[in-house]
């Protein structure tokens, strides 16, 4: 049998210690997503959409779990800081598996705002509502992320608070051992509320392996409007499986942006249930690969109400032996007439052992749709590399120039205009495989290429 | 079963009473819906239903087969034993009991057709219905026709013209006697009876097909057809064919399919093998009409077909058209492996289901040669309960350096309770490919519709005509016999299907 049964074990084992540390909501949930993952198998490379990234095998070596609670690193704040300059944020962080937030990080947020961890006590009730709901547990990796989660962040939004400022939430891997961390996020935008969050993906030590199982839960009340950056440099050896799930109301505006700019072997998983009228989605991504990376996207979005439109655009870069994938679906369900639906997925392979795989899907039970996908895969235009290498450029200047030309409109989604010129300053410096100092941080994103 | 009483325990097809009243009043009542649904009241030999090593071995010797071929289809049928039934597709097809079919149906012979005198008139009938140039007056027509009813090949025309620029064109069974070594060297060799479950059934249990060798530097002069039929009941279609090109050889094949209507669902798994030596150019074009079921769903053939083309030869190119508007369930992606140097593969394919139809087919370009080239263009129409999805792989390999791949699937709706999915499967493995790949799905343009209706054109005219031009860039890659046809079997397929 698979891998999952050391982790099923390892609950059995430590099923009191981790119930201790975890607030009644959480616990809640573990029976029924025990009972689901019996006898199952995590998703491998036999299993249709799963042909190029095996969860089984990001999960096969028996990692350890921070069950009870040790090594918190003190002052997290102080020794790292992600700064986007032009741009102030109300940051708080996840070190390994456990949420900490500055004491003074929450200076004039709006009242009834929460950005707390699953497990406080002003959390609970909104917690207790939504934890679990949106999540599918059909997948494996889902279900044990449920069954061993002690943490989390919660980020509530009341009803037509629109923030002024966006939330930052920093992961960091930091241990002296091989660690898997389960992490977990609740986000709930209430009517006519409006947000945007930044998340931060790094991994402080590159010398160990590491894998972080992430659950992300969104629900959108009636007319809400979300931003979510998810931009992950971690390491070659961290491992990632990410699932996000969320939930639109009628009317609501949701945008994801994830970008893999570094990454050792990452998934990411984006489910979006469109069950309200009137939605807007906007789904984009990039991948930036070398050396051995892979960085896999997967995508769904399910329109189950009339009037949506939702649109997607992932682009990847793959060099050295970096590996990339792309599956993207739109379902439009009979209930969804006059939806509008469109797909991009555009790669250029810089390396003769780059590889692509490619699977744009459409599923329709509907006659009333406007619905396309495209996806392309190919190198440097031959004639523009020309043009600018006539006119004095070198070559390689001109590629890095055409690669992050490549990556412009990726970045153009971004409604944040401080992030967006930190993300074009990201991408530029990742294209030149250059260190990049956040100021007053001690982690250098950039060095593990 | 004794081999010995195999023979005796054949029974006759010809059970039938009032078979002419019953043939009319069929026909009069659902000719609209599908015309070719008439049963030819033949003598038919049928095997009894089921299948374990002796049936194969009985089908083998009912042919007459050498041991090479035996043991062929015996290793094809242990292989299959140890195969599942494929649920990846986007179909909901009931379960097949394989017991429950009959793996042998021909027309019963008469010491064999010397001239066309001797064939059974009421077979020539069936032809003529069926629009097929089988009797002399269209020899003039210009086309050699391999005719297929029930499995077996009952008649070829035009074969000593053929023979005199040595092109062979022939039953399977022939082939298999005349020349043991032709086969025996290409069978197999694109389909392996490993590939899938159906290749594995149809390896154990073929029954005919047709063999096409074009030689060196040969242009095939005319177009060489096959039409393929079931009749008897009761049984499943299980054909084989293999076209071989040669060095610089040419050759346009055209397939059609039709079969009667009955209440059961028939299974047909046949299998095309297409091998294109340097320079050759092989077209192959199908019109499916196989009994797509009645409005509610009952009966129709099932299409679970394998067909793969090796374009092995530098320079060499295999072009795939298909008009799909029949069969119950079609399960089928004609394929292209490009592994000589600059070949090129194409597929354009029109399908068309409605009421209760459902189709899952695409292509699959496989490029293995350097500078290799694939032009991939399907259009699916679905109408009424139905569902149509396609399916496509375009994989290039490491190796193959400047590929290059443009894919364009549309979808056409019409009406509100019929699905249209895309799953296209892009593998690239080599940073000097350009691969494209496009696809849209909506319902048919209201204004072009509106547009019409001003001008006079009823509603069902219009959609008539809209399809036909939406369909055109593939209808314009057919041979022109079949374009006419293929355009009239779209208006048919259509009528009615518009609410």
Known sequence: MGSINQYIELYNENHQAIARHSSAALNARREKALSLIDGKQLPHRGVEGFEKTSIEEMFAPDFGVNVNRMNIPVNVAASFKCDVPNMSTWMSYIVNDMFHVPANARNNMPSGVIVDSLNSPQSQNIVAQYYGTIANNADPAVALNTLLVQDGVLVYIPRGVKLEKPLQLVNIFSSPIDLMAMRRLLIVVEENAEAQLLICDHTQDSEHNYLSSQVIEVYMGKNARFDLYDIEESSKKTARYSRLFARQESGSNLLVNGMTLVCGNTR?????????????????????????????????????????????????????????????????????????????????????????????????????????????????????????????????????????????????????????????????????????????????????? | MDLKTGDDSSIKGNTRDKGEEDRGLINDVTSSEYKYGFVTDIDTDIIPKGINEDVVRLISQKKGEPEWLLEFRLKAFRHWLTLEMPQWAHLDIPTIDYQAISYYAAPRKKEGPKSLDDVDPELLDTFNKLGISLDEQKLLSGMAVDAVMDSVSVKTTHKEKLAELGVIFCSFSEAVKDYPDLVKRYLGSVVSYRDNFFAALNSAVFSDGSFVYIPKGVRCPMELSTYFRINASGTGQFERTLIVADDDAYVSYLEGCTAPMRDENQLHAAIVEIVVEDRAEVKYSTVQNWYAGDKDGNGGVYNFVTKRGLCRGDHSKLSWTQVETGSAITWKYPSCILAGEGSVGEFYSVAVTKNRQQADTGTKMIHTGRNTRSTIVSKGISAGYSQNSYRGLVKVAPNADGCRNYTQCDSLLLGPNCGAHTFPYIDVLNDTAVVEHEATTSKINEDQIFYCNQRGIPTEEAIGLIVNGYAKEVMNKLPMEFAVEAQKLLQITLEGSVG
């Open chain 1, 268 to 449: 990411n998983s984006y489910d979006i249930d469109v069950v309200g009228d009137n939605c807007e989605t906007m789904l984009a991504g990039m991948a930036i690969g070398s050396g051995n990376q892979h960085a896999d996207n997967s995508s769904n979005v399910n329109h189950r109400a009339a009037h949506c439109r939702s649109s997607q655009l992932f682009k990847y870069v793959l060099d050295d032996q970096s590996t990339g994938a792309f599956e993207g679906s739109i379902l439009v369900s009979p209930d969804a007439p006059y939806t509008e639906a469109y797909q991009s997925n555009r790669n250029m392979l810089a390396s003769q052992q780059a590889r692509m795989h490619t699977k744009p899907q459409l599923e329709i039970y509907n006659d009333e749709v406007k619905c396309s996908h495209g996806a392309t895969t190919g190198q440097l235009d031959a004639s523009a590399l020309f043009y600018m290498r006539s006119r004095g450029i070198s070559e390689k200047e001109a590629r890095l120039m055409l690669m992050q030309a490549f990556m412009a409109d990726v970045i153009e989604t971004v409604r944040m205009e401080g992030l967006r010129d930190r993300l074009r300053h990201l991408v530029e410096k990742r294209f030149y495989g250059q260190q990049t100092l956040c100021a007053d941080c001690g982690i250098s994103c950039h060095d593990n290429k």
